[in-house]
């Protein structure tokens, strides 16, 4: 796969710096973002307010909405 040069000059010191090659360097750098934007399957990472891709009951803005079918 080719990166724009920026890209590929910053995975380059990356691999540097954590003594890595480049499939398992793209891997951590990849993983990491998807883990801090939610995305990574498993739920790590997601807004708490997300359980299970439904919003959760505890950080519901208007709990007492929910307490009221219960």
Do not use: N, W
């Amino acid at each position: 796969m080719m990166f724009p040069d920026d890209i590929e000059l910053a995975v380059a010191v990356y691999m540097a710096d954590h003594a890595l090659p480049q499939d398992k360097a793209i891997e951590t750098l990849l993983r990491a973002e998807l883990q801090r934007s939610g995305h990574l399957s498993g739920g790590a990472g997601r807004p708490r307010e997300i359980v299970d891709g439904q919003p959760s009951a505890d950080y519901v803005q208007y709990s007492s909405y929910l307490e009221e079918d219960s």
